[in-house]
């Protein structure tokens, strides 16, 4: 016999058990937060598995110190001490049984539920032990001790919370190994010994419990265990505990490997991204340049070519008067003519002016600077707008505005030279946060990676730039015979962190 070969071998097996689920609990609960990025049942049920770790282990080390007490000359522990140590128990079986249902339930359910779930059970077993006690009291031919009913606990928290749980989770657990893919197929071994381990430990190791008035434990407990095997039920529970832990830490260790590797590879993918942007950047100020100077050439060659014609030929005009001072149907002619030369030129000066600045974003607002640039747009172009405004007018800071005409003008203009068409709609949407603004042409289209080669498409990554700056986003759905949406998202306040002094627009659409 076991008891034969160790004189006094269950406060050494109580202290490995207890070492066994303290340790698996201990890391667990440490892992939980870390590993949840996974996406795994086992992951989102971590925080009731290290309970169960935690509680049992310091139950099994109490009732290590109990049976240490008791071969040192204590008949029995003070009541107080096992009432405690059956409470601990029925929690820590409680915490498995959550462990259990969380693994087998929807992942969208939260864990509370698998808690409160475990609790119901909880409260059923404590009103199934007052009621046992009542009802055995009551019988003329069993005296029930307050230690003996203490006891009953524990065997019906064994045969109530101890088994379920650890075939539930020990299904659970398969089930979650047979998910896994191919690339975790070590993890997945580690998830079946630990499965095969619970279902063990719950249907044989807690099958097997202390002798009580009930049934079956009165015919298999404990001591028909070591009399079939010759060893304590408790190195049983010792070894599948041992199995357990070791394959569910190194399942951890394992996890938190794959954890550090796709935290590794996200760091490089943004690095790599950083580079790329930066490389982007650079490209784009090469460009954003190169279009300041031939803006410049082209606000040069309207003042020389357009305006400067017409201030010359004013100039003129108003020398040639003199020659027709006595000619009144002449003179009023030519006055006339330099009336048309003048609005000519202030109208010229007023579209230049508008190309650089629009007045009517500074005195009118968004709204009524996005109708003036369609409505011009309409009369230069031919190009038909649908435009549609929604939600609660109001100002906006400048910038946000500044922004949105810019992003507007910009798709518009890719509209007039690119889509095909003589047709487009505009929509801005003044949200409770923010503004959207969306431009829709059904033309031609283009591949959008194109915009990764080197012709890049520099309007398009001037709105996303502008978009950024200011916490927003640009998203552009297109494809070839797909016509092009462009929708740009604006917070109303910057949500980068960074938005620099406001500036004047220096990138012209195109």
């Given at each position: ?192 010994i630990a499965a095969a381990a619970f279902v063990l430990y719950g249907a044989i190791g807690q099958f097997f419990v202390s002798q ?25 529970r010792a070894l599948m505990a041992g199995v357990f832990a070791l394959t569910m830490i190194h399942a951890l260790h394992m996890l ?80 006339e003519d330099l009336r048309r030369l003048a609005a000519d030129g202030v109208a010229q000066l007023h579209h230049l002016v508008t ?156």
């Amino acid at each position: 016999m076991f008891s034969d070969l160790f004189p006094a071998p269950l406060v050494p097996i109580y202290f490995v058990y207890g070492l066994a689920f303290f340790t698996l609990g201990l890391a667990v609960t440490l892992e939980s937060g870390r590993t949840a990025i996974i996406g795994l049942p086992f992951a989102r049920a971590m925080v009731p598995l290290g309970m169960f770790g935690l509680l049992h282990g310091l139950h099994e080390w109490l009732e290590m110190f109990i049976r240490d007490a008791e071969l040192h000359g204590l008949t029995s522990a003070p009541l107080g001490i096992e009432a405690v140590r059956v409470i601990l128990l029925a929690l820590s079986f409680g915490a498995l049984l959550a462990f259990g249902i969380k693994m087998l339930q929807p992942p969208e359910w939260p864990v509370r539920l698998a808690f409160y779930a475990a609790g119901g059970v909880l409260l059923f077993w404590a009103s199934a032990l007052l009621v046992l006690g009542e009802t055995v009291r009551a019988g003329d031919a069993m005296r029930l001790t307050l230690e003996s009913w203490l006891l009953m606990g524990d065997t019906l928290s064994r045969y109530m919370l101890a088994i379920p749980g650890a075939l539930l989770s020990g299904y659970g657990l398969w089930q979650q190994a047979r998910c896994v893919g191919p690339e975790r197929r070590r993890f997945a071994t580690d998830l079946r010994i630990a499965a095969a381990a619970f279902v063990l430990y719950g249907a044989i190791g807690q099958f097997f419990v202390s002798q009580t008035y009930l049934f079956p434990s009165n015919i298999i407990n404990a001591a028909l265990f070591e009399r079939l095997t010759g060893a304590p039920i408790q190195l049983f529970r010792a070894l599948m505990a041992g199995v357990f832990a070791l394959t569910m830490i190194h399942a951890l260790h394992m996890l938190e490997l794959e954890r550090q590797q796709e935290l590794a590879a996200a760091q490089r993918r943004a690095r790599d991204e950083l580079a790329k942007r930066e490389a982007l950047r650079r490209e784009m100020l090469v460009h954003t340049v190169a279009a300041q100077e031939e803006e410049r050439r082209r606000i040069a060659r309207e003042l020389h070519d357009e305006i400067g014609q017409t201030l010359t030929a004013l100039s003129l005009g108003v020398g040639g008067l003199a020659n027709v001072a006595g000619d009144a149907a002449r003179l009023s002619e030519r006055i006339e003519d330099l009336r048309r030369l003048a609005a000519d030129g202030v109208a010229q000066l007023h579209h230049l002016v508008t190309d650089l600045r629009p007045s009517q974003l500074d005195h009118l607002g968004l709204a009524a600077a996005l109708r003036s640039l369609v409505e011009e747009y309409q009369a230069r172009f031919g190009l038909v707008v649908d435009f549609k405004i929604d939600g609660h007018r109001r100002r906006l800071p400048p910038e946000v505005e500044l922004a949105v005409f810019r992003i507007a003008q910009e798709a518009l203009t890719n509209v007039v030279r690119h889509a095909g068409v003589t047709a487009a709609e505009v929509r801005l949407d003044f949200a409770p946060d923010g503004v959207e603004l969306c431009i829709c042409d059904h033309g031609v289209g283009f591949l959008l990676d194109a915009t990764s080669g080197r012709n890049h498409h520099w309007g398009l990554l001037g709105m996303t730039e502008r978009a950024t700056q200011l916490g927003g986003s640009v998203t552009i759905d297109t494809a070839p015979g797909r016509g092009t949406r462009v929708i740009a998202r604006l917070p109303e306040k910057d949500e980068s962190g960074v938005r620099g002094e406001r500036r004047e627009d220096q990138n012209p659409p195109g």
